[in-house]
């Protein structure tokens, strides 16, 4: 039963590049959860999504970022022109219902370090 | 949305000893969640709370959660070397909230 995948685990880009994260869900979960943690910090929420739909967006920058969960394949977010602030680990999470007391698991996330 | 706040942020602990790490939000939550994430590692579940005044344990470890649903607390007892790693208290609406975290570092 594999858990929330995330790919790749480590990525390098330079300014300007873009950078595409993909997650795939728990094996029956249909909503999915990215959040960003910089060094030494907690998690910040960035964006709900379930199967074709973005439902909560207020935590992702307005320029650059971008996500994604199409019908088929895993959910993807893109930075576009990423900057040195864009340095930070990416976790996916998915969950089977998408309320309140639903249990997040996370993968083992994708860590951007832009040079 | 919920502001979540953590303390201590760092923990240093003997081993054996017990400590406590505290969590406090400002609006009335509807239930919290406790994460550990072990050093390059990723939050891995540990509970979920959700009634007022709720105690759970887990082997070593007691959550609790206050009676206006507002604050949280989880004790470690006899700590391990196995305990280090940083712990979050999370409130969450669908999306979680996450405090800073109290890292936990364990001299043997």
């Known amino acids: 039963n594999a858990g929330v995948m995330q790919n790749p685990r480590h990525l390098v880009r330079r300014r300007g590049q873009e950078a595409r994260l993909r997650c795939s869900p728990m094996k029956g979960h249909s909503h999915v959860y990215w959040y960003r943690q910089l060094p030494e910090e907690g998690l910040k929420f960035m964006v709900y999504l379930q199967k074709e739909n973005i439902i909560d967006e207020s935590g992702m920058p307005k320029e650059r970022f971008s996500a994604e969960f199409p019908k088929e394949g895993p959910s993807i977010l893109r930075i576009q022109q990423v900057v040195r602030g864009d340095s930070a680990a990416y976790f996916c999470?998915?969950?089977?219902?998408?309320?309140?007391?639903?249990?997040?698991?996370f993968g083992p996330g994708t860590r951007l370090t832009v040079l | 949305g919920q502001q979540v706040m953590q303390i201590p942020q760092y923990q240093h602990v003997q081993e054996g000893e017990d400590f406590t790490t505290y969590c406090n939000s400002s609006?009335?939550?509807?239930?919290i969640q406790w994460y550990k994430q072990r050093p390059g590692g990723h939050p891995v579940f540990l509970i979920q709370l959700v009634k007022s005044g709720e105690v759970k344990k887990q082997k070593r470890l007691t959550f609790q959660f206050g009676e206006a649903k507002k604050n949280s607390s989880l004790h470690i007892t006899a700590t391990q070397t196995t305990d280090v790693g940083t712990y979050f208290c999370a409130g969450s609406d669908y999306k979680l909230s996450f405090g800073a975290g109290t890292t936990v570092t364990v001299r043997a």
């Open positions: 999470a998915s969950s089977p219902k998408g309320g309140p007391t639903d249990t997040q698991y």
């Open positions: 609006t009335t939550l509807s239930n």
